[in-house]
């Protein structure tokens, strides 16, 4: 089964679960996100990400430079464990990564969940790529993909019992939205996915099919 139809099994269910009053909230919020032109500002094709200052599940610093051992890196960029739409697809990174290997491509996943809960979503989800935390999701700010969440979405989530100062260490109730980046060893930007709607993801095996294809070059 593809991700694009587990994901679509699973939001199917959460429509018919989920009260309409509250799918409005989560939509809605998905319409602000679009309407603040947050894709349109976020770093392209051609541009550089920064040299990203991550944590890993033992709360050591690494740099993602120093991550860069092969011609590309793939940069998944997801909410957070707690988020299944965000486990499915890495998951499925997961089950892939032998054959994105094989094309001299790696894979590593990052959000602003603490190390602590970084390393659950990696144990609970079989992970052996790097799943590092971005503390108070500083480079993915600089990366242009994060907003704040409403009102509205911030007492919803809490009623699901979602505690984001637990989460994330801090009061700033930010989320990325989910995005797929792909840079070379000079950490220029040759590929990118954003996407709003958390509950859509782009299809890893499509990303695998444009390597295979050379349609993603190490020059842009």
Same mark, same amino acid.
């Given at each position: 089964?593809?991700?694009?139809?587990?994901?679509?099994?699973?939001?199917?269910?959460?429509?018919?679960?989920?009260?309409?009053?509250?799918?409005?909230?989560?939509?809605?919020?998905?319409?602000?996100?679009? *309407? +603040?032109?947050?894709?349109? %500002?976020?770093?392209? @094709? &051609?541009?550089?990400?920064?040299?990203?200052? =991550?944590? $890993?599940s033992?709360?050591?610093?690494?740099?993602?430079?120093?991550?860069?051992?092969?011609?590309?890196?793939?940069?998944?960029?997801?909410?957070?464990?707690?988020?299944?739409?965000?486990?499915?697809?890495?998951?499925?990174?997961?089950?892939?990564r *032998? +054959?994105?290997?094989?094309? %001299?491509?790696?894979? @590593? &996943?990052?959000?602003?969940?603490?190390?602590? =809960?970084? $390393?659950?979503?990696?144990?609970?989800?079989?992970?052996?790529f790097?799943?590092?935390t971005?503390?108070?999701?500083?480079?993915?700010?600089?990366?242009?993909?994060?907003?704040?969440?409403?009102?509205?979405?911030?007492?919803?989530?809490?009623?699901?019992?979602m505690?984001?100062?637990?989460?994330?260490?801090?009061?700033n109730?930010?989320?990325?939205?989910?995005?797929?980046?792909?840079?070379?060893?000079?950490?220029?930007?040759?590929?990118?996915?954003?996407?709003?709607?958390?509950?859509?993801?782009?299809?890893?095996?499509?990303?695998?099919?444009?390597?295979?294809?050379?349609?993603?070059?190490?020059?842009?």
């Open positions: 089964m593809t991700l694009q139809e587990q994901l679509k099994q699973m939001r199917h269910a959460s429509m018919e679960r989920m009260p309409q009053s509250i799918m409005k909230v989560f939509t809605d919020s998905i319409a602000d996100i679009r *309407k +603040s032109q947050l894709k349109e %500002n976020a770093l392209q @094709v &051609g541009d550089y990400v920064p040299d990203m200052n =991550l944590q $890993n033992n709360g050591n610093n690494l740099w993602l430079s120093n991550l860069i051992e092969q011609e590309f890196l793939i940069l998944n960029f997801y909410r957070g464990g707690w988020c299944p739409y965000c486990n499915m697809e890495l998951r499925e990174y997961e089950r892939l *032998k +054959s994105f290997n094989q094309l %001299n491509t790696d894979i @590593v &996943g990052i959000s602003a969940e603490i190390p602590e =809960l970084a $390393n659950t979503t990696t144990n609970k989800n079989g992970i052996s790097p799943v590092l971005d503390i108070d999701a500083q480079s993915m700010k600089a990366v242009g993909i994060v907003f704040q969440l409403d009102e509205a979405s911030k007492k919803e989530f809490k009623n699901f019992g505690d984001f100062t637990k989460i994330h260490g801090n009061s109730f930010e989320l990325p939205v989910p995005a797929v980046y792909v840079i070379n060893k000079n950490m220029q930007i040759v590929y990118t996915h954003f996407e709003e709607d958390y509950m859509t993801r782009l299809e890893p095996t499509e990303l695998l099919k444009n390597l295979k294809n050379n349609l993603i070059t190490e020059n842009t």
